[in-house]
């Protein structure tokens, strides 16, 4: 830049996005060695030396969350050894006539799937780009009348998982 004249350096963040998998985000910049600014742009006012500024750059990853019920924990970015707990409410969707849905647990990128009714998992220190997806079974809800008992245990639910054999009695 001639000298006396105004100079402004500026990056553009987030850059290089590869979608569902990581970006860069700058995190500020610093002048001369000098305090780090958080920023993504300085402007050099009537230059009369030579100036170094360096911009300072953390890398993010995505960690993307399927979930077929429920309002699951967003997908989002997440920092290079950062951490993020997801999750869903189990169980979800009552529909008020007698189905409902309850997480099984999940499957972590291709991963064979966790069936111990796991509703959320925490990622922590966070390397590469993440897909997890909570899996769910349908569950129906059994109601028996009768006129001279109450047939249904007290405490129960009466709700069953699809395919499961019940006995009344």
């Known amino acids: 830049v001639d000298a006396g004249h105004d100079f ?3 990056v553009t963040s ?3 996005i590869v979608a569902d998998d990581h970006q860069w985000v700058c995190t500020g910049f610093s002048v001369d060695g000098g305090a780090s ?3 993504t742009s300085h402007t050099f006012t009537s230059v009369q030396a030579p100036h170094t500024i360096v911009f300072s750059w953390k890398e993010q990853f995505w960690i993307k969350v399927n979930s077929a019920y429920d309002s699951p924990t967003t997908s989002q970015w997440v920092d290079q050894g950062g951490s ?3 999750g869903v409410t189990s169980p979800a969707d009552d529909d008020g006539a007698g189905t409902r849905y309850r ?3 999940y499957t972590l990128d291709s991963n064979a ?3 111990d009714g796991s509703k959320s998992y925490a990622f922590t ?3 590469s780009a993440h897909v997890i997806t909570f899996n769910w079974i349908a ?3 059994l109601v028996v009348t009768s006129a001279y008992d109450s047939p249904n245990p007290s405490g129960s639910d009466n709700w069953y998982d699809t395919g499961t054999l019940v006995s009344a009695s």
């Open 37 to 39: 600014q958080a920023d």
């Open 125 to 127: 220190t966070v390397q």
């Open 84 to 86: 993020l707990t997801v």
């Open 103 to 105: 997480c099984k647990g």
């Open 113 to 115: 799937p966790v069936t």
């Open 8 to 10: 402004t350096a500026s």
């Open 139 to 141: 569950q129906y809800q």
């Open 14 to 16: 987030p850059t290089e």
